[in-house]
């Protein structure tokens, strides 16, 4: 049974960081082909990505968040973690763990709620 589980969430105020953590079970986030990532949805608005690493180890990060938050993956304690500095109100939302394997399987964690204040 494939589980991830978030944790690193908060209430931060604007400008400040937050590091966003993601451990997996029943699957190997090293797998060949395997990507992983960080999602996130605001209220209202459909889930979006924030960050990435594909499985030639390449990343890419959304428009929005570029310069501000680094996504690492560590591939020992099969952890994938999400640094996020200068936070703005307007990253507040429920971030969600992702990995998507070589054949098309999609992982979820429960999500973790970042609340950035003004």
């Known amino acids: 049974q494939v589980q991830l589980v978030e944790s690193g969430g908060g209430l931060v105020q604007a400008g400040g960081s937050l590091r966003l953590s993601c451990a997996g079970s029943?699957?190997?986030?090293?797998?060949?082909?395997?990507?992983v990532g960080w999602y996130r949805q605001a209220p209202g608005k459909t889930r979006e990505l924030v960050a990435q690493?594909?499985?030639?180890?390449?990343?890419k990060y959304a428009d929005a968040v570029k310069g501000r938050f680094t996504i690492s993956k560590d591939n020992a304690k099969n952890t994938i973690s999400l640094q996020m500095n200068t936070l703005k109100p307007e990253d507040t939302a429920v971030y969600y763990c992702?990995?998507?394997?070589?054949?098309?399987?999609?992982?979820w964690g429960q999500g973790t709620q970042v609340t950035v204040s003004s």
């Open positions: 690493i594909s499985g030639d180890g390449s990343s």
């Open positions: 029943g699957i190997l986030f090293a797998g060949a082909g395997n990507i």
């Open positions: 992702n990995t998507r394997t070589l054949f098309a399987n999609d992982y």
